[in-house]
């Protein structure tokens, strides 16, 4: 698990087209992203703080536990990164539309390294979905959007980034806690300090672990007496994966998803998280696989429209919940589900998309979100961000205007609000 799955705005940025181009910094983490913002030199902290920072700080780990030898190799020639803050003011919204997102997660490179990937490490995998139970191509497709099948795992100290990041204060509270679990891990003897090596935010190793979610679910399984998820070897890195998503409900054998067919007439209002039934309860209603046949009964599940009416449809079932754990964004659980079908032998997705939509900018949601507040329909908050509550307001002004109630935040949807 990385950052992104704890704060929204922490990690990531646009995503790339070549499933081995760029570095760790330009993954696959779809995410909202605050406006970008440009650091103030007189507002950032002083590096001539961060040594009294540090000396501070090591007070603080040495009274939860972590010994002065290991503080001394931690730090050692540990300074302040004006890089990784310049990173985290600035990261830019991500405006990719879903279709141009998948495009890349299951591009040909990706899923013809997945494949590659999937036959080089056949035992381990397999070895891991017998004792996990949780399905290797699943394993393999967060492996494959998190550092592009382990060739991109990041390079940076993550004991100065981390340390940087908790002293600039901004989200100190939350790097700090990382900083001590990294600590922790350094006293744990299963790597050595400079070889803790990550993104420019702390995530780490081929599944991009931040330090609290290693303590908690990284496990060894190799057998060696250490849980090195930083090593070429992917095996306990690929294996805690499978750890971390055993933990939160993984069901093998139950897909994340089927892109299904909706029939005419279809009640929108229905395609939403807390409307759940059976497959044979849609099929009832006319929703079927992208075959034409009813979905077999995984259990209970709810219809999806990332794109609104005009794009794919999916029926979604626990599994998919499982993986957003790792991260909540729908584009990267479609991600990670789609990926893992193809490299198992299915098909692209069938629907067309609305390729073309010119997506709305962070200022524009936050002025759609205003609007339909003044317009007296619920909207908790003004932050650009299109979650749950949002989705209900649209959905809830789409029935008033007549609109198909999809709950999707398009330019249509804009133009009605600014002229009524």
Request: aromatic share 8%; proline share 5%; with cysteine.
């Amino acid at each position: 698990m990385r950052l992104t799955s704890i704060i929204p705005t922490a990690l990531a940025v646009v995503a790339t087209t070549s499933a081995c181009a760029g570095p760790i910094e330009r993954s696959l983490r779809p995410e909202v992203r605050p406006a970008s913002m440009q650091i103030n030199p007189q507002l950032a902290p002083a590096r001539g703080d961060f040594a009294r920072w540090v000396q501070d700080f090591r007070a603080r780990a040495r009274a939860q536990g972590i010994r002065e030898d290991v503080l001394e190799r931690a730090f050692a020639g540990v300074r302040y990164d004006t890089e990784v803050i310049e990173k985290d003011r600035n990261q830019s919204e991500f405006t990719k539309q879903i279709w141009d997102y998948l495009d890349s997660a299951a591009s040909p490179t990706r899923v013809s390294n997945g494949k590659a990937a999937l036959r080089k490490h056949s035992r381990t995998l397999r070895a891991i979905e017998a004792h996990y139970g949780v399905d290797k191509e699943i394993v393999a497709a967060v492996w494959g959007l998190e550092s592009a099948y382990g060739a991109r795992r990041g390079q940076r100290d993550v004991i100065a980034s981390l340390a940087t990041l908790a002293h600039d204060g901004r989200r100190g509270a939350f790097f700090e806690k990382q900083l001590i679990a990294a600590l922790k891990i350094l006293q744990s003897g299963d790597v050595a300090p400079r070889d803790m090596r990550g993104s420019w935010a702390g995530a780490m190793g081929h599944t991009q672990f931040i330090p609290t979610s290693y303590l908690a679910y990284a496990v060894d399984f190799d057998g060696d007496g250490r849980r090195n998820i930083w090593s070429d070897d992917p095996g306990d890195a690929l294996a805690s994966t499978a750890a971390y998503l055993k933990r939160f409900g993984w069901t093998k054998g139950q897909p994340w998803g089927v892109e299904v067919r909706l029939p005419r007439g279809f009640d929108h209002s229905l395609a939403r998280r807390d409307v759940r039934r059976m497959p044979s309860e849609w099929a009832s209603m006319g929703v079927r696989g992208i075959d034409g046949n009813a979905v077999p009964n995984h259990g209970r599940a709810s219809i999806l429209l990332p794109a609104g009416a005009q794009g794919a449809a999916f029926m979604i079932f626990d599994n998919f919940g499982v993986i957003e754990r790792y991260n909540k964004a729908d584009a990267y659980v479609i991600g990670v589900g789609h990926l893992a079908d193809r490299l198992a032998g299915g098909p692209p997705i069938q629907a067309s998309w609305p390729r073309g939509y010119k997506p709305l900018s962070f200022s524009e949601r936050k002025d759609m979100q205003r609007r339909l507040r003044r317009k007296g329909f619920d909207v908790e908050k003004i932050d650009g961000i299109i979650g749950p509550n949002t989705v209900n307001a649209i959905r809830a002004y789409q029935v008033s205007q007549g609109m198909t109630p999809d709950g999707y935040a398009s330019e249509d949807l804009m133009r009605r609000l600014k002229r009524r």
